[in-house]
């Protein structure tokens, strides 16, 4: 049974950074495409970053240059490293999983099989 676990979120000053985490089983992390999305309040859920089973990576307009995501093979994580927020990073953040990916990173929620319970990240200004 596939599980993908959160952590890592919490309260943070604008310009400051986090890293988030989401441990997975029942799957391989490096056989599949990882992404990171996150939900604003009374908004949809989007794409923030991705990194396909070939290691390629795809980050949106808003994150690129400020967000890392990488991934351990080992410990079969993902992370997500992100610098300099700002109060519009706010929002729940979300780890999925594609186990049937193509040669890109997907960008769209229904791409995506295993989702997971999200960890809230707050960026107060």
């Known amino acids: 049974q596939v599980q993908l676990v959160e952590s890592g979120g919490g309260l943070v000053q604008a310009g400051g950074s986090l890293r988030l985490s989401c441990a997975a089983s029942?799957?391989?992390?490096?056989?599949?495409?990882m992404g990171w999305f996150r939900q604003a309040p009374g908004k949809e859920r989007v794409f923030v970053v991705g990194?396909?089973?070939?290691?390629?990576?795809y980050y949106a307009d808003s994150v690129k240059g400020r967000f890392t995501i990488s991934r351990d093979s080992a410990k079969n994580t993902v992370y997500l490293q992100m610098s300099t927020l700002k109060p519009e990073d706010t929002a729940v953040y979300y780890c999925?999983?594609?186990?049937?990916?193509?040669?890109?990173?997907?960008?769209?929620?229904?791409?995506?099989?295993?989702w997971g319970q999200g960890t809230q990240v707050t960026v107060s200004s």
């Open positions: 999925a999983a594609d186990l049937f990916p193509s040669t890109t990173v997907a960008v769209s929620t229904t791409e995506y099989d295993y």
């Open positions: 029942g799957l391989t992390v490096s056989r599949s495409t």
């Open positions: 990194i396909s089973w070939k290691g390629s990576t």
